[in-house]
């Protein structure tokens, strides 16, 4: 069985078999553990996950693929495939018995920032996820402050997860070979978030406006939200730049906003 790859879902297929050796040994899949899959392709890390002996769901939006999959797998007892969009599926469904998911995913690039904030909605039901990501996002995701890649997807992901990335992945490991290097990272949420936050929406709207225009300072880029001495009463200097502050130092310039 074979399919062809399709541009307009961001279609890759993972096919390098020491990758594939790697991601599995990375990720330490025990038996009876629950794991989801996102965007499963042909199966390339269906099989070794299914060999492992864990429980696993796949979600998969092409129907076409899904139909392959149910060839290649039959009704494996292990195995649940749903055919649908995985940014509107509600992954809360397949929780049983108070488990946690773990999620692993070669995510669509186009797709994948909206897709694990939309995972981060049931944060508290998933154990760990990994993601083949391009390598760009990952950087940006596992940023520290200073750097130039630390923006909006670094604070915000690093307030729900601790991120790591493990190792990277190149062109000719995929059908068609991508333009770009990937990289997997993985994220690992926070049964606590590491500051304090009164709305997350109020995080996410000063993160936002700080980071909007980067060359900005914070008295400039924030003056709409938050008048300067304000920022100064917090041990802020107002004539800093979004990538030097903190995590702590954007949640508490959230705890401002009205």
Known sequence: MSHTPRKRFGQ?????????????????????QHWVEIGPGQGALTVPLLDEGVRLDVVELDRDLVSLLKKKFSDHPRLQIHSADA????FSTLVTNGEKL????NLPYNISTPLMFHLLENAAIIEDMHFMLQKEVVDRIC??????KYGRL????????ATEMLFEVPPESFEPAPQVTSAIV???????????????????????????????????SLKTLIDEQSIIDL????????????????????????
């Open 102 to 105: 773990r999620v692993i995913g």
């Open 154 to 161: 670094s604070v915000m992901m690093q307030y729900y997860c």
């Open 143 to 148: 940023a520290e402050p200073g750097s130039k």
């Open 12 to 32: 890759n297929f993972l096919h390098d078999h020491n990758i594939i050796y790697h991601i599995i040994s990375s990720i330490q899949a025990q038996a009876d």
């Open 186 to 220: 993985k994220l690992v949420p926070f049964l606590q978030p590491p500051v304090q936050v009164d709305d997350i929406a109020k995080l996410n709207k000063v993160v936002t406006g700080a980071f909007s225009q980067r060359r900005k300072t914070l008295r400039n």
């Open 87 to 90: 940014l509107r599926f509600d």
């Open 235 to 258: 041990g802020i200097d107002p004539t800093a730049r979004a990538e030097t502050l903190t995590l702590s130092e954007f949640a508490s310039l959230s705890r401002l906003i009205e």
